[in-house]
């Protein structure tokens, strides 16, 4: 199995099962120079499930320039809803592919009525490794994805810095606005956040107060999480596969059972 970045929403169907057969999709947002190796391990995890795959992989590109993340959101919901055989749909993003999916989230609040379907077919959503908690955290994935020479991880956040300032419009209100919908207006579906209190790129106490806004003042009872004092940004899975694998298989049974409880309810 090969992923490549020229191959935007391919499905990697589980083996020895026909498309007429599978009626479920994950949606998984990737992260910066995600290798096909690390990938691979969560193509498997989601197989396993009974979980046909489609990868989004996600380029700095959509990062410096947020309209090109908007266009691949767009692009996204466009073709999801052209899959009629899958009637459900789970989303996993890890870092920079949160991004990417809160892109979708925008599109789906600016769009409600071209996008209910859609929306209505999300059935569960893992956060992984998120990138939040401020603009310097996001140029800090960035320069660790793009490069591990310290020369250039020295320079990368300062030409952003002078770039976000000379964009603002067009970026850092973007941001702002992104994490407000993020945050705000969050579906009301089994959500399982994964990370870590360590990780430069994520701000562990930011994703404390959204969990505890979520389950408190939205009252959405299905938001579950793992945090780890120690664990590699986007390596959750490799660093810690017991309790990984364990947290998975819990959300997994959430999910299950909400479809099962309530197959028609409304996700707003």
């Known amino acids: 199995m090969v992923i490549g970045e020229d191959s935007e ?3 990697i169907r589980q083996p020895d099962v026909s498309s007429s057969k599978s ?6 947002f990737g992260w910066l120079n995600a290798s096909p190796r690390a990938v691979q391990r969560y193509v498997d995890l989601y197989h396993n499930a009974g979980y046909d795959f489609m990868y989004i992989p996600g380029h700095v590109t959509h990062f410096v320039w947020p309209a090109n993340s908007v266009k691949l959101a767009r692009r996204l919901l466009d073709h999801v809803d052209t899959l009629a055989e899958c009637n459900a749909f789970l989303v996993h993003a890890i870092s920079i592919g949160a991004y990417n999916y809160t892109s979708c989230l925008m599109l789906l609040q600016d769009s409600q009525d071209r996008y209910r379907s859609f929306r209505g077919r999300i059935q569960g959503v893992i956060f992984d490794s998120l990138t939040i908690g401020s ?3 996001m140029k800090t994935g960035v320069k660790h994805g793009l490069s591990q020479n310290p020369v250039l991880q020295f320079l990368i956040p300062r030409l952003l810095s002078l770039y976000f300032c000379l964009t ?3 970026t850092l209100k973007f941001f702002e606005t992104g994490v407000k919908v993020f ?3 969050p579906l009301r579906i089994p959500t ?3 990370y870590s209190r360590n990780d430069p790129m994520c701000d562990a106490e930011n994703v ?3 969990i505890r806004k979520w389950r408190e003042d939205f009252k959405i009872t299905h938001v579950s999480f793992v945090c780890w004092t120690k664990s590699k940004h986007a390596m959750h899975i490799k660093e810690h596969n017991n309790e990984y694998l364990e947290a998975f298989s819990d959300f ?3 999910v299950e059972d909400e479809i099962k409880t309530s197959p028609c309810k409304s996700k707003l």
């Open 9 to 11: 929403f391919r499905i």
């Open 23 to 28: 009626a479920k999709l994950v949606l998984f």
């Open 135 to 137: 603009t310097e955290r």
């Open 168 to 170: 603002y419009r067009h």
């Open 183 to 185: 945050s705000e207006f």
């Open 192 to 194: 399982l956040f994964v």
């Open 208 to 210: 404390d107060v959204i």
């Open 252 to 254: 997994m049974k959430c």
